[in-house]
């Protein structure tokens, strides 16, 4: 499976990005997608996940009611919406994936160990 994101920018704070994740070389079905990102000087982490089944979960608290996660199998693509973006939202934006191999609402830690293909990531950055 290979993954390709876009969608990154320069936005100014309060401001609205959707970054997508375009999948190849497999079914995106039984894959759990992850989002992760990694601010300069800082360890990559766990934004948000959404499961085979469609059900999506948050890794961090601060971007809760914020941004969404969502996917379209049949175009083997995963988006990730970002609304009233932050400063401190700025740092470069992964997609990850981790194959279950079946439909369930299960999916992996916020660990980037726990996720096996990666994209090589889109650059958001927040400022006036």
């Known amino acids: 499976l290979q993954l390709v994101e876009s969608g990154g920018g320069l936005v100014q704070p309060g401001g609205s990005l959707r970054l997508s994740c375009a999948a190849s070389?497999?079914?995106?079905?039984?894959?759990?997608i992850g989002w992760f990102r990694q601010a300069p000087g800082k360890a990559r982490e766990g934004v948000l996940c959404?499961?085979?089944?469609?059900?999506?979960?948050y890794y961090v608290d601060s971007v809760e009611g914020r941004f969404t996660i969502s996917r379209d199998n049949a175009k083997k693509m995963v988006y990730l919406q970002m609304n009233s973006l932050k400063p401190e939202d700025t740092a470069v934006y992964y997609c990850?994936?981790?194959?279950?191999?079946?439909?369930?609402?299960?999916?992996?830690?916020?660990?980037?160990?726990?996720?096996?293909?990666w994209g090589q990531g889109t650059q958001v950055t927040v400022s006036s």
């Open positions: 070389g497999d079914s995106l079905d039984y894959y759990a």
């Open positions: 959404i499961s085979t089944s469609g059900r999506s979960t």
């Open positions: 990850a994936a981790t194959y279950y191999g079946v439909v369930t609402d299960n999916f992996p830690p916020g660990n980037e160990n726990e996720y096996d293909y």
